[in-house]
């Protein structure tokens, strides 16, 4: 593991947008397994920055992301789908049939499952994964659980979850109860994964590096990763 810590979140932004830009140096049509939430913002700004400036290209990168709400149109401002667009894949040069996230309004949730893992081994897995952290070490919507899945599939949002996001929702009860999410298997598959996570996240940071792993604590399971990068901001 490398754990690269910085002096606060615009440098966390800095070098884990650096990480990801230098992948796509060597490897034009790499597949980038993507996260949303707060953390990763800066990130893609610096990203969407270095695309303006014409030193960094999409046009052959294909996209996979982690998760989204079901019940939620990509049209809808809390939509994961809407996430990615408004910070990243409409500032850069991605063909957008080559950004993939789950279908929050399949109604055959088991076959949209299905369809996912099936399109991710279509592309041959992931070469970078980007990782947020939840503050009870879920990874993606991978929450806290006796047992492992493996595959993608629709959770229910643990109480902890739906207490922290329901600040990007008008209240918690507009907040989706259930999500789709990448199972753990393409994540600890992806050549190299990149979790990002700042300062407010130490505690649980450490406790999934340093600590037993378990199912428990889901991003403790990195431990077992080869090529893991971690950056922490300290304030
Ligand atoms: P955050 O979420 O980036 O908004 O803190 C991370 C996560 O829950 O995975």
Redesign the pocket.
């Known amino acids: 593991m490398l754990l690269i810590e910085t002096r606060d979140t615009e440098e966390m932004s800095l070098r884990a947008a650096e990480q990801i830009a230098a992948l796509l140096t060597l490897k034009r049509d790499a597949v980038l397994g993507l996260?949303?939430?707060?953390?990763?913002?800066g990130a893609y700004a610096k990203l969407a920055q270095w695309h303006k400036e014409n030193a960094l290209s999409f046009r052959q990168v294909k996209t996979v992301n982690?998760d989204e709400y079901r019940g939620l149109s990509p049209q809808s401002p809390d939509s994961y789908r809407w996430f990615m667009n408004h910070h990243l894949f409409q500032h850069v040069d991605i063909d957008m049939q080559n950004t993939h996230v789950p279908n929050g309004l399949a109604e055959d949730v088991r076959e949209e499952c299905a369809r996912y893992d099936a399109l991710i081994e279509s592309l041959h897995g992931i070469d970078l994964q980007l990782?947020?952290?939840?503050?009870n070490g879920?990874?993606?919507?991978n929450e806290p659980a006796s047992t492992i899945t493996l595959e993608t599939h629709c959770v229910t949002l643990s109480e902890n979850?739906r207490e922290?996001?329901a600040a990007?929702f008008a209240s918690k009860d507009a907040m989706p109860t259930e999500a789709i999410t990448m199972g753990m298997r393409p994540i600890l598959q992806a050549r190299r994964v990149l979790l990002?996570?700042?300062a407010?996240?130490r505690g649980i940071i450490e406790k999934a590096l340093f600590g037993p792993v378990t199912p428990e604590v889901p991003a403790s399971l990195l431990q077992l990763h080869k090529r893991l990068t971690v950056v922490l901001a300290r304030s």
């Open positions: 996260a949303t939430g707060s953390t990763p913002i982690l990782l947020g952290i939840g503050m879920h990874i993606g919507f979850t922290v996001n990007y990002v996570a700042a407010n996240k």
